[in-house]
């Protein structure tokens, strides 16, 4: 079964709009945490923002901010005010621990392409 | 600080030729990973080790090996290539098990 579940391949947005990228989980570890990275063409991977799974209030960055829906397990990130170096692929992540043995899954990312 | 620092950039290799791709990171982490990313997918975990001394592995480990004799290295050897492993390897390092990991730029491999 898929742990990590993105289901936008692909997003085209204008600058300036917010943008919502969306990720479901499974898991049933009562303790986990959700992840997002950007990669841009260049190839690196940049952490962008974190949620644990006991946080009470939903992660926020600067422009990104995560909507954290326990119940639905779901957790979207939100771009606000996009940016043309917004562009690039956005990986959501989860760490949960099965057996002991933490490790960290991610989704098959999003392409995220912002319209001058 | 140079973070997570990988060696080579890039890499071919002929079918059964060996090679150990180089990871080291100057932020005394004690967590650290070896990712596989394959094109138009998301990364996949090889490897990891939870301090000096002691690897795990991730959910892809097969063709490869590991080890970490100090905090800072933690190289991945490929010992027969196969084509299988053409794929972009990431190697990673962070404070804890639940703390944002630090991405080394990559390493390119071809095996043909």
């Known amino acids: 079964a898929q742990k990590i579940t993105q289901t936008q391949p692909g997003m085209f ?14 898991t049933s570890d009562p303790s986990y945490g959700l992840f997002w990275y950007k990669q841009p063409s260049s190839g690196e991977m940049i ?13 926020t960055e600067g422009r990104y901010s995560l909507n954290f829906q326990k119940a639905r397990k779901s957790a979207n990130l939100v771009i606000s005010a996009s940016q043309l170096g917004d562009s690039a ?12 043995n933490e490790k960290l899954t991610f989704g098959t990312g999003t392409r995220l392409t912002i319209i001058p | 600080n140079a973070g997570v620092t990988q060696t080579p950039k890039f890499r071919i290799l002929k079918i059964g030729q060996s090679m150990t791709l180089q990871c080291t990171q100057d932020m005394n982490h004690n967590y650290m990973y070896w990712y596989r990313q394959d094109p ?3 990364l996949k975990l090889i490897y990891y080790s ?3 001394g002691i690897t795990d592995k991730g959910e892809v480990p097969n063709g490869y090996n590991v080890s970490r004799s100090t905090t800072e290295d933690f190289p991945l050897r490929l010992e027969l290539a196969a084509p299988s ?5 990431f190697c990673a390092s962070s404070y804890s098990i639940s703390g944002e990991q630090y991405f080394g730029p990559g390493t390119r491999l071809t095996v043909t």
């Open chain 2, 85 to 89: 492993q053409t794929s972009v390897y």
């Open chain 2, 40 to 42: 138009g997918m998301g």
């Open chain 1, 13 to 26: 947005v204008q600058e300036k709009e917010a943008v919502t990228l969306d990720c479901t989980y499974d």
């Open chain 1, 47 to 59: 952490f962008l923002i974190y949620q644990g799974s006991y946080d009470q209030q939903n992660a």
């Open chain 2, 50 to 52: 939870v301090g000096a």
């Open chain 1, 89 to 100: 692929m956005y990986f959501c992540a989860m760490r949960d621990a099965n057996f002991g």
